[in-house]
């Protein structure tokens, strides 16, 4: 594995696996009456969040507390942050405070990638979702979600497996990294949206595209219902919240299509009456729940792997990736 | 690298399948003396080689006690104290059985007892699952060298060694057969095989 | 004054020949001169050009003296082979008046590296809706002959119409920064497939290419001239090719990392390559070349934008927009068109300096190198390799993209009107 966690797609087969694997053993944690291993003592990890964020800084929260990590919570309400002090400020900060990680949520595509790449810091960078880029642990989680449900065991992936993944793919960091980890675990991806809130050039992506939600629900082993935020309404991005859920939205008699091993997953917050009916929400067939207690073994077994152990640099084969973007540019 | 006057040398076998066989049932017995019956006991392997041992013993109680004896597994990965030595490792499973291990008498199982590192991790490891009654040690080979106040309660065989000697369990079911070998530590340095083969090196 | 002779330079890259500098003018060129100089150089395997012309830079003075003044500029310009720059309006305050405006001009004057010709705003405060004192910057000292709201588009069909017309009067041109702003509302990078890849706001070409296609329009139909600033992509080559087919008095230029980089680069989320119009894609970057080859695109411009460190340093969604570029452009140029074979030196000297000149109506400037004509000469080293360094640079900032790698060529001596301004690589302190 890589020193730090930017992307879903700096993660191997095996990478990916080896964290599914080691977040299968660490769930069974929650179920022990002490729920903490001693493992990060002594180790300090800073949750970076400069966007609010409840329930994933939760579960990280909860996840470094019970590796025994010193926990520094650092967000940019009512800090320097918001009197101005710039990311590189911040960082040098937190390097002095001798943080080994540092968990990240930044509006800005990207933030995380510059710490990472920068010398402002020397501990493991870990994204927690940088603008609508990229948000690996959340694929992490619903990648171990679905093995569980789909394909039960340590060691194995999701290959040949069909996953819809429905809605607002343009600006949705939880769509990136998963069609990047899904993909390498052999999953089938299909993203299914108006042509407005997909990114241009997605026919290179490695995942179908369909605009028909009906004609891909009965294939699928699971589909990933994404959040629409009303705001793109005003943006021209579809008509109106009627039109959006008539067309893309989950309800009862769409699930009822899908195969019945089939699940529903969504990453919250949920807008129900949107993307997603109540009954739908509420149906045991949907994971939202579940979802969120593996979100915590994930992000234990992330956390465990990229700072249980020695610390190597990689700095070798980041000077290999500029040369290469040089070279690309030429 | 070694001088030429004190080459290492090969490791020789110091037991074989026979022995491992009836140092097994010799400790089952033991148990079951000790332990009044064994009535209470649960049986935790630790991984990898303590995992075996620990089915072979439980199998043996069995039959001389008629009865199934509780058994689980246990990683001690998050619990060591070297984790920064090394690369983080991958886990393997750890299987407490459902009863629990509140009030039992638990006998951790292991190949060999060194340092006794391990097994201050698995007892830091039994204390955030339960509260035992009593824990006890089964080892199949106590190599000496304690750097803990730790000692074992059953021992297969004590072998005396040298820091320099490195201790090679084999079991069938990982290594293909039974045998204990002792050899030079630089000399199974030098085999790579030796030393993928050998878990106790790094410890 | 000083005299110079210079020996065995290849003018325009054809066969060695001596120039003696008099007075500011070319007093005597051929081979083996025997006339007296103070200084001689000798030139042998460099590449004599007419002192370059940018239509496109930003001095930052008045107001982000932080970034650039026109000391640091006009240096930065004279280490590039420049003898004249248009400095851009997007200054505080704005240079949408005379004061302004001859404010800039008389420093350049005054510190004597490079000829400064202010551009003037084309509306009030660059805000699009007004229309600028135009005649005033006009009739000031500082003469303005182009007019741009760089930075920000004259998206007004309205106001564009009538900038387009008003400058007729004296001869003026409407240099046009191509941003449709609708389409790019929080656009970080080129829209394309990295920016899909990596949740960057997308800048669509289309929102370059469907204001220059109303521009050339109205330009055709007001009987006027535009200029395209910084043109970047395949599309909006297409559409001046058309206008030019057309007989219509269209200008464009492109800027040197327009002709090298593209959106690849932006994977690093590394602000240095950060800039508006954005780095497109390598289709883009070969259709601007052959443009550049067969001048459909007019003139090489820097659009030399320096920031700040703190402007850079930082994340990319709050990183200032440009890079410098006076000091690295014919080196990139010599890379991506003299290299390849697209331009020979003359086409380089008819790019970067007499089309220039021409465009923004400069007399003393862009002309050939003959005798009698003013003596604005670089000498450049076509031969030299060498990796870039921004510490180096005279410019103020750093915000180089081409930092670390290997370029070729590199300016050996600059002259403005007959004075060196960088001899053997170095400024010549004034």
């Known amino acids: ?330 | 690298m070694t001088t030429p006057s004190s080459a290492p040398r090969a490791p020789h076998q110091v037991l074989d399948a026979t022995d491992v066989a009836r140092i097994v049932t010799r400790i089952a017995h033991e148990i079951v003396e000790r332990a009044k019956g064994a009535e209470d006991v649960v049986l935790l392997g630790i991984h990898t080689r303590g995992v075996h041992l620990a089915h072979r013993l439980r199998a043996r109680l069995t039959q001389i006690t008629g009865r199934e004896i509780p058994f689980g597994t246990l990683d001690i990965t998050m619990y060591r104290d070297d984790l920064r030595l090394k690369p983080a490792r991958a886990l393997e499973h750890t299987e407490i059985p459902a009863d629990g291990i509140d009030g039992k008498l638990v006998i951790l199982v292991d190949d060999v007892l060194f340092s006794g590192r391990t097994i201050r991790a698995a007892l830091d490891a039994l204390g955030d699952i339960g509260r035992p009654r009593a824990v006890q040690l089964a080892v199949l080979v106590d190599r000496g060298h304690r750097e803990l106040p730790i000692r074992a309660d059953y021992v297969g065989k004590n072998l005396p060694t040298s820091l320099r000697e490195a201790v090679q369990v084999q079991l069938s079911e990982t290594d293909g057969r039974d045998a204990v070998l002792l050899g030079d530590r630089d000399y199974a340095a030098r085999s790579s095989q030796a030393l993928a083969a050998d878990p106790q090196l790094p410890e | 004054m000083t005299t110079y002779l210079i020996r065995n330079a290849q003018i325009l890259g054809g066969s060695p020949q001596d120039i003696h500098l008099v007075d500011g003018a070319f007093a005597a060129i051929g081979e083996n001169l025997d006339v007296p100089a103070d200084i001689e150089i000798d030139a042998t395997g460099l590449v004599a050009l007419p002192g370059l012309v940018d239509l496109h830079t930003h001095l930052r003075e008045p107001g982000r003296e932080d970034a650039e003044t026109v000391l640091t500029g006009t240096r930065s310009a004279a280490m590039g082979g420049y003898t004249a720059v248009h400095a851009m309006a997007n200054t505080f305050p704005v240079a949408d008046t005379a004061g302004v405006v001859e404010q800039v001009w008389r420093l350049g004057q005054e510190y004597g590296y490079c000829d400064v010709q202010p551009v003037g705003a084309v509306t009030v405060g660059l805000e699009g809706k007004q229309l600028a004192e135009l005649g005033a910057m006009h009739d000031s000292a500082a003469g303005v002959r182009v007019f741009s709201d760089d930075g920000k588009c004259v998206d007004d069909a309205v106001i564009m119409r009538r900038a387009l017309e008003y400058v007729k009067a004296f001869d003026g041109v409407v240099a046009q920064h191509a941003q449709e702003p609708r389409l790019t509302a929080g656009a970080q990078m080129n829209e394309g497939l990295v920016s899909g890849e990596l949740g960057l706001g997308g800048w669509p070409a289309v929102a370059e290419e469907s204001i220059i296609a109303r521009d050339v329009l109205l330009a055709a139909h007001v009987g006027s001239r535009v200029h395209i600033c910084h043109l970047s992509t395949a599309g909006s080559v297409e559409i001046v090719r058309w206008a030019k087919a057309k007989g219509w008095d269209v200008t464009a230029e492109v800027t040197p990392h327009h002709l090298l980089l593209t959106d690849e680069l932006v994977r690093s989320y590394d602000p240095v390559y950060k800039v508006n119009p954005p780095l497109r894609t390598a289709a883009d970057v070969e259709a601007l070349r052959e443009a550049l080859a067969d001048g459909t695109i007019d003139a090489v411009a820097t659009d030399h934008a320096p920031h700040p460190a703190e402007d850079k340093d930082c994340e990319w969604a709050v990183a200032a927009m440009g890079m410098v570029g006076l000091e690295t452009a014919l080196s990139v140029v010599q890379q991506t068109m003299v290299d390849t074979g697209l331009l020979n030196w003359e086409g380089v000297a008819d790019r970067m300096s007499h089309r220039p000149a021409r465009i923004g109506r400069l007399t003393g400037h862009g002309r050939p190198i003959s005798v009698g004509e003013p003596a604005n000469l670089v000498l450049f080293d076509p031969a030299y390799r060498g990796v870039v360094n921004p510490e180096t640079f005279a410019t103020r900032s750093r915000n180089s993209p081409y930092k670390g790698m290997d370029l070729p060529g590199r300016v050996h001596a600059t002259f403005l009107r007959g004075e060196a301004t960088v001899l053997a690589g170095e400024l010549v302190e004034r």
């Open chain 1, 1 to 330: 594995m890589k020193r730090h966690l930017v992307s879903a797609a700096d993660l191997s087969r095996d990478d990916a696996l080896l964290i599914l694997d080691t977040a299968e053993e660490l769930a069974q944690l929650s179920g022990r009456a002490v729920k903490k291993l001693p493992t990060l003592r002594g180790r300090t990890v800073v949750n970076l969040f400069f966007e609010d964020s409840t329930r994933t800084k939760t579960s990280f929260e909860v996840a470094e507390k019970r590796l025994s990590a010193d926990v520094i919570n650092f967000s940019a309400k009512g800090s320097s942050v918001s009197k101005g002090e710039s990311l590189k400020d911040t960082a040098l900060t937190l390097q002095a405070m001798g943080a080994d990680a540092v968990v990240i949520r930044h509006h800005a595509s990207g933030a995380p990638a510059r710490l990472a790449d920068s010398d402002w810091l020397h501990g493991s960078v870990i994204n927690a979702g940088d603008g609508t880029h990229e948000h690996p642990t959340q694929a992490l989680l619903d990648a171990f979600t679905m093995r569980r449900h789909l394909n039960p065991g340590a060691g194995r992936d999701l290959a040949g497996r069909k996953v819809a993944i429905v809605g607002d793919i343009l600006h949705s960091r939880v769509a990136r990294s998963n069609v990047h980890l899904l993909t390498t675990l052999g999953a089938e991806v299909t993203f299914v949206a108006p042509p407005t809130l997909l990114p241009i050039g997605i026919e290179t992506w490695p995942c179908q595209v369909s605009y028909d939600l009906d004609a891909v629900l009965p294939k699928v082993d699971a589909v990933m219902m994404l959040r629409v935020q009303r705001e793109r309404m005003n943006a021209a991005f579809f008509p109106t919240e009627r039109e959006y859920s008539r067309r893309y939205g989950l309800n009862g008699l769409r699930l009822a299509t899908m195969p019945e091993h089939a699940i529903v997953m969504h990453p919250g917050p949920m807008v129900r009456g949107m993307e997603i009916t109540a009954d739908v929400a509420d149906s045991p067939r949907c994971t939202v729940v579940e979802q969120v207690a593996n979100g915590v073994s994930v992000r234990m077994a992330v956390l465990y792997l990229l700072l249980g152990g020695a610390v190597f640099a990689d700095g070798s084969a980041d000077s290999a990736r500029t040369t290469e973007l040089l070279e690309a540019a030429q």
